[in-house]
């Protein structure tokens, strides 16, 4: 045999004995159920009882009377761990908003530079005057923007907020983590800087010059270190889901940052596998898990039900794990590669189908009978939009890799509808979702138009439906005339010109979501607006009842 | 405590796997690999040329890595026989790309060798591919008065008619445009790729 089938068969083998190992040693026996450690996220009689912050009183009131028709609601919940939970939450509320707060501003940054990078692929001679406005950089500027800017800011925050609420524990050393926050944005703020300015390190997700790399790496270590210590010094014994998933991309991301940006040891077709190991890891071993482990808490949360298996979603959790970090190879189908690499890629993405479909067959036991609660509760919706783009992105993730499909998808638009299925509808969702429900708990005020949660929702979700669409179908059809030699290459640029069209209209839609979101968060924030429920951000803990709703 | 370290080492465990897979495995199998002979190092102009290619995302459009027949037409359009690692030896960072909203161009400059083409070309594409849909660059060029031009000695680029400044004008390239053309006229990888030693 040769060393590449024995080096397939090797690592296949190794992750599967791996996979079991882990899965062993984590339950005896699997089918057993854990009913206990799925309702770790309640307190004490709290079962039942629907929580939504971001409701307004009408629907909270409505989205309990319709929970409730489903069995009666337990008695009052247990004072002292609501107490436990308000402690909690004013331990990091600073460090969250200061990671929401950034967030917001890349979000709006990046989509307006994404916006105007669709409309120039088919106004290829506007605002061509300046470098820093060029299609290239201001691409890289969008994608910087809103990946890292973004869904990373936003997810250190969810993180954040929902480890010491999990682990009953408050956050150790904040200050460490603001401080890890503002390294990280300086970082960000940085590399956009000199990515617009014409200096980059050339390579796609890895365009941050290494040199701010360093600040945004030690920003991460500076992060990861509280939270591992709030999480060796906690007060409950189960770890619930969320905790591993979001632990384990925390420490992911760091090395995988780490291992990506290293200065001066990768070069040529070595640096294009590296490259792609990080980049589909990126998406793989940090937006899903961490989304994936949102959607674990809130959603249960809301409707006020523990999860259907407890043992599932940590199969689920297993399984992404050991399958997900070696996808990143189908990025090089048919390229100078060897072809092991590929193959072995491709495998990988196929097995991933189990993770998904744990997730997917748990959270629709969860949610079975109860998918009108969606109605009430808008943070609900954003989790059951994204939780069901998590399931159809990985799905047609799978089948993307595949030869025969990957062949006529490879270097065309429909990867960039891939990704954005990915990162927008799925990930960009649920935390948007998860911004609606931490940032009353936060701020102790609520929402001051309950009605432009709605009007973000609807823009956004039709936004990114026109823009998956046109893209793919664009796609598909540049796939196409490029394997097709009778037609020239020309063509397959023509063909896609109406569908880049459409996509920009679906940006337009998205980023007006994002200016009604940020207007609203900055009414709220700014304290502006009709509705006083609470009392100011550091208040005496007993004025906090009002919006924790005892 | 026995569920952090399980959290953490099975977390360690998975990305090693991965680490090894896709990082150490391709780097220990491809770091040997000899560039061909008529491969030669970017001279200081091509260089800087290529990092004029990286800085303004060139990379996003453009791939470098013609493919096999059974995976396109690649060759029939032009764009060369299917590279190998050998071929990216001198590449740092590597520019093989994942869209194809424009042509491969590891072989742009076996394909289209001119200089003017090529200048004139990136001051506006739609001068010479009608439909295009590549950005202009007209930042990478100077509009000058004519005879300041020629005072300075500067060599003004030809534009087909329709295309030029206002009249008593000329387009000169700046240093960074020359760089470019340099690098993309350098890309020429059509040498021949000795087939693999039999397996034993």
């Known amino acids: 045999m040769d060393s590449a089938i024995l080096s397939l068969a090797g690592a296949f083998v190794l992750s599967i004995i791996g996979l079991f190992v882990f899965i062993w040693s984590l339950r005896k026996g699997l089918l057993v159920e854990n009913p206990a450690a799925a309702s770790v996220i309640f307190a004490r009689g709290e079962i039942g009882h629907t929580d939504d912050p971001a409701a307004a009183d009408g629907e909270r009131r409505s989205l309990q009377a319709a929970a409730s028709e489903h069995g009666s609601a337990g008695h009052g919940a247990d004072a002292g761990e609501l107490q436990d939970r308000v402690a909690a939450d004013r331990s990091s509320a600073f460090p969250v908003f200061m990671f929401i707060a950034f967030a917001l ?111 945004i790496l030690v920003g991460f270590v500076l992060i990861v270190l509280p939270v591992l210590y709030t999480l060796v010094n906690r007060k409950v014994e189960h770890l619930y889901v969320t905790v591993w998933y979001t632990v384990a991309a925390l420490l992911w991301i760091s090395l995988l940052f780490l291992v990506g940006k290293m200065p001066g040891v990768h070069t040529g077709v070595q640096q294009a596998t590296t490259n792609w190991w990080y980049g589909h890891n990126v998406l793989g071993l940090w937006f899903t898990p961490v989304s994936v482990g949102a959607i674990y808490y809130f959603l249960p949360k809301i409707i006020g039900r523990p999860v259907r298996s407890y043992n599932l979603s940590i199969l689920g959790f297993w399984t992404l794990a050991f399958f997900y970090g070696q996808v990143g190879g189908h990025h090089l189908i048919g390229g100078p590669v060897p072809g092991w690499l590929t193959t072995l890629s491709i495998v990988q993405s196929m097995m991933m189908v189990i993770p998904v479909v744990a997730f997917s067959i748990n959270m629709a036991g969860t949610m079975k009978g109860r998918m009108h609660l969606a109605r009430y509760s808008p943070t609900l919706r954003f989790m059951m939009f994204g939780g069901a783009m998590y399931f159809l992105s990985s799905i047609q993730g799978s089948l993307e890799s595949l030869r025969s499909m990957n062949a006529v998808t490879h270097f065309t638009h429909y990867t960039v509808g891939h990704a954005h299925l990915g990162a927008y509808a799925f990930v960009t969702m649920v935390l948007f979702g998860a911004v609606y429900f931490m940032m009353p708990r936060v701020l102790n005020w609520e929402w001051p138009f309950p009605r432009l949660i709605t009007v973000h929702f609807w823009l956004a979700a039709v936004g990114i439906g026109i823009y998956f669409v046109a893209l793919t179908v664009g796609g598909w059809l540049q796939g196409v005339a490029m394997l097709d030699p009778a037609r020239t290459f020309m063509e397959s640029v023509a063909v896609t010109l109406p569908y880049l069209q459409w996509r920009s209209v679906g940006g337009t839609l998205m980023l007006a979501s994002h200016l009604v979101f940020a207007g609203h968060f900055l009414a709220m924030a700014l304290r502006f607006g009709p509705q006083r429920t609470g009392a100011a951000l550091f208040a005496h803990s007993r004025e906090l009842e009002v919006v924790y709703g005892k | 405590m026995e569920n952090e370290l399980k959290l953490a080492s099975g977390a360690m465990v998975a990305l090693g796997v991965a680490t090894a897979a896709l990082v150490v495995m391709p780097y220990v199998e491809v770091r040997d690999v000899k560039p061909a002979p008529q491969l030669k190092p970017y001279t200081s102009a091509e260089q800087r040329g290529r990092n004029v290619y990286v800085a303004n995302g060139c990379v996003y459009c ?40 424009g042509p491969d161009l590891l072989n742009i400059g076996a394909r289209q060798p001119s200089r003017d083409w090529h200048l004139g070309h990136l001051y506006q594409p739609r001068a010479y591919v009608p439909g295009s849909i590549m950005p202009s660059y007209p930042y990478l060029f100077q509009v000058k008065d004519a005879a300041e031009a020629k005072q300075e000695g500067d060599q003004p680029i030809t534009l087909p008619p329709g295309y030029g400044p206002m009249v008593g004008q000329v387009v000169v390239p700046t240093p960074e445009a020359l760089d470019l053309v340099k690098y993309l006229q350098s890309l020429d990888r059509t040498y021949p790729v000795l087939p693999p030693e039999p397996k034993s």
């Open chain 2, 62 to 101: 453009h791939t470098q890595q013609p493919r096999d027949r059974n995976l396109g037409p690649d060759a029939d359009r032009g764009w060369g026989r299917a590279s190998v690692p050998a071929d990216y030896a001198y590449d740092k960072p590597h520019l093989l790309g994942s869209m194809r909203t």
């Open chain 1, 105 to 215: 501003f890349w979000l709006i940054l990046g989509s307006a530079a994404g916006l105007v990078s669709s409309i120039k692929l088919h106004e290829p001679d506007w605002l061509n005057q300046q470098a820093w406005m060029t299609f290239g950089r201001l691409r890289t500027v969008h994608l910087t923007a809103v990946l890292y800017g973004w869904i990373t800011n936003a997810a250190l925050g969810m993180i954040l907020w929902l480890l010491p609420r999990l682990l009953r524990t408050p956050l150790h050393a904040p200050v460490w983590t603001m401080l890890g926050g503002a390294l990280i944005n300086t970082g960000i703020a940085a590399g956009i800087g000199a990515i617009a300015s014409g200096w980059s390190d050339g390579m796609e997700y890895l365009e941050i010059p290494w040199q701010i790399g360093i600040f």
